[in-house]
């Protein structure tokens, strides 16, 4: 019956709980109501899924241990939230399953990636927290640029961040979801060594917008994870927060420092006292963050007037921006025109469905998965665990890729 | 009953992985399963986690196939590894086994698929055949340095040690062939494109009755074609 409380108590769906852990829907009815006890092989990921401890759950399934009440996992007390939907809930769980696997990996292939540890810890220990909000997330900015050696050169970040990330061990997503959420960070992988995980929803979103969520998401990751489990960020509104402006503030100088607008301002010939729609394409373009994020940090910088900045915010730049880069294409022809250049990385290869969810697969992490097997480190069934596919979908997306494994009889 | 020096011992399991039991199920031939375990004691036995997976695939991609997996199950055609199945096979300390297992499995489990990591686990363990279609599986694990209890068995071999012992005919073989390829799993290539009957000479039979005469291949074919040979014990 403890297993029942504590999957009540994260609002999901017992059915798609079911779906995510593989098991028929009337097999984990039985686990939830005790008529089975919860096999032990289970317990690792359903432990990594949660967020509760596997003791924990090995005294569920035992019926000893706590009142159902202390057993409820930290992370989903903020998921309960009225303003989340069930595909909230259920992308995180589907997000957090993905962890377990990469924590698997990790293990096969020996490399566990946790350079995020030293350098969030590093950020942390310099930020005078009692100073303003806005100066804690510059500050950070700035270490976290210099510390990971993105302000060389003094150019935007925006292409570079997701690699960044990955080489920090920070699990990065980007898939739609039809939700109010915006964006959200939290932790992945065991719960004695998490992993921090941001997500940026795509669904309507554009590159630009994405960047700006990603590296506000990664805010929160360095300041508010510790403490919070998770961090959500909502399209309706925008909070006030002390944690919520010190990521804004944090975003902000990430992707466009002031060194960095001179600098564009130089290379392209800019008058920030005359900017037309063409020059603002030009530093949305290079910037790789939206308009109204660019002018605001202008703005903040000095280089242009409030009345400026509400005029050039009026601007319409679009055109003149989808001429410039491909990142202005929506996500659809973006993908298209991706795939025609690395066919087996577009996001369709990547989807993998879960019952009524769906989740882009970073392309990363498939080439680890396939790197693996091609390396005789995992079997084919496993890679098809791992990305969550059944094997002949596996097979028929990536057995172009493989080469050098067994081939089943 | 204590074996004649000489004279071949049946395993008292043969355990089995999501995979070759699906193919049974699939196949909807049961009658080999239920004479190992009616005249050789053989019973035929799953890890708790190959029953969950193979309960959920079967389910999700052959939910006419259900009742034909809720048989094999409610009739103890096959088993679920648990103290009392072991116990009821001569094993002492069937819960240290069943940690041991456990324990075995979730390590295997990091490089090959959860059912197959379990069935090869306990296979390993308890000292018994295999039954396991999945050679990559077998694969990575020797490459890995484990060693895997052989003789591995595939669903065919089942099949065609049902003719042997003649309880079923070609016929049947026939029709369980049809079945698999009509569910588009994979066949062996040697009955790929011919029946099974016809392909016998290319296929080594690992699991022989001890007093019928021989089918198929009279040398190992391929690496893992190791033999094992059985007797009835119903007289």
Redesign the interface.
């Known amino acids: 019956m403890i297993l029942k409380n504590i999957i009540e108590s994260t609002k999901l769906d017992p059915e798609f709980c079911a779906d995510l852990l593989g098991v028929a829907p009337d097999q984990f009815e039985e686990w939830l109501t005790g008529v089975r006890p919860l096999p032990r092989f289970v317990i690792p990921e359903i432990s990594s899924i949660l967020g509760i401890t596997e003791k924990t759950l090995l005294q569920a399934s035992t019926g000893a241990g706590e009142s159902y009440a202390t057993l409820a996992p930290a992370i989903w007390y903020k998921l309960r939230d009225s303003k989340l939907v069930q595909a909230d809930r259920e992308m995180v769980a589907l997000v957090r399953k993905l962890g377990y696997y990469m924590d698997q990996l990790a293990a096969v292939r020996g490399e566990k990636l946790r350079r995020f540890e030293p350098l969030f810890r590093s950020i942390r220990d310099r930020v005078d927290r009692t100073a303003p909000p806005a100066l804690q997330g510059k500050g950070a900015a700035r270490d976290f640029r210099s510390m990971t050696d993105l302000e060389h050169g003094q150019v935007a970040i925006g292409e570079w961040i997701r690699r960044a990330l990955r080489t920090l061990g920070v699990l990065t997503l980007e898939s739609p979801l039809k939700s109010a959420v915006e964006g959200c960070a939290f932790s992945v992988g065991s719960v004695s060594g998490p992993t921090p995980c941001v997500f940026a929803n795509s669904y309507k979103s554009t590159w630009f917008r994405r960047n700006a969520v990603i590296m506000h998401e990664v805010g929160h990751a360095i300041f508010d994870l510790e403490s919070e489990q998770i961090s959500i960020d909502y399209t309706t509104d925008a909070s006030d927060e002390l944690k919520d402006q010190r990521a804004q503030a944090f975003a902000q100088e990430c992707l466009v420092p002031k060194s960095v607008l001179v600098q564009f301002a130089n290379r392209f010939g800019l008058k920030w006292g005359s900017i037309s729609a063409a020059n603002l394409a030009t530093l949305v373009g290079y910037s790789h963050v939206e308009q109204r994020l660019v002018l605001r940090a202008a703005y903040d910088s000095e280089l242009i007037s409030a009345e400026q900045l509400e005029a050039y915010g009026a601007l319409d730049c679009a055109s003149e921006l989808r001429e410039l880069t491909t990142h202005a294409l929506s996500t659809r022809e973006y993908l298209r025109k991706q795939a025609v250049e690395m066919p087996k990385w577009i996001a369709e290869n990547r989807n993998t469905d879960l019952g009524r969810r769906s989740l882009r697969l970073p392309s990363l992490y498939v080439g680890q998965v396939i790197e693996a097997l091609n390396g005789q480190q995992i079997s084919e069934s496993k890679a098809a665990e791992m990305l969550m596919m059944d094997r002949e979908t596996f097979v028929t997306r990536f057995g172009s890729l493989i080469g050098g494994a067994e081939k089943a009889a | 009953m204590t074996p004649s020096p000489g004279l071949p011992q049946n395993p008292a399991l043969i355990v089995a992985d999501t ?1 070759a039991l699906i193919q049974i199920v699939v196949s909807e031939e049961v009658t080999p399963l239920r004479i190992l375990k009616q005249d050789y004691s053989i019973q035929l036995a799953v ?3 190959v029953e ?2 193979i ?2 695939r079967v ?1 999700k ?1 052959f939910p006419e196939k259900r009742t034909t997996l809720n048989k094999l199950f409610s009739t103890n055609t096959v088993g679920v590894l648990d103290k009392a199945l072991l116990s009821q096979h001569g094993y002492k300390s069937a819960p240290a086994l069943l940690e041991q297992i ?1 324990v075995l ?2 390590r295997f ?6 059912g ?1 990591a ?1 069935a090869h686990a306990a296979g390993n363990i308890l000292g018994v055949p295999t039954l396991s ?5 077998i ?2 694990l020797i ?1 890995d340095g484990v060693a895997v209890q052989r003789p591995i068995l ?1 669903a065919f071999d089942l099949l065609v040690f049902g003719v042997q012992a003649a309880k079923i005919d070609w016929d049947a073989c026939a029709k369980a062939r049809k079945q698999l390829l009509k569910a ?1 799993e ?1 066949i ?2 040697c009955f790929r494109n011919c029946s099974v009957e016809d392909g016998i000479a290319h296929f080594y039979l690992r699991l022989c009755d001890a007093d019928a005469p021989l089918l198929g291949a009279s040398q190992p074919l391929e690496p893992f074609d190791d033999r094992i040979f059985v007797r009835s014990v119903s007289g």
């Open positions: 995979s890890h708790e986690a969950t997976e309960n959920w389910q991609k456990d499995g979730e489990s990091l490089r090959i698929g959860r197959e379990y279609q999945d050679l990559a599986a694969w990575e490459n595939r588009k994979g062996l290539q």
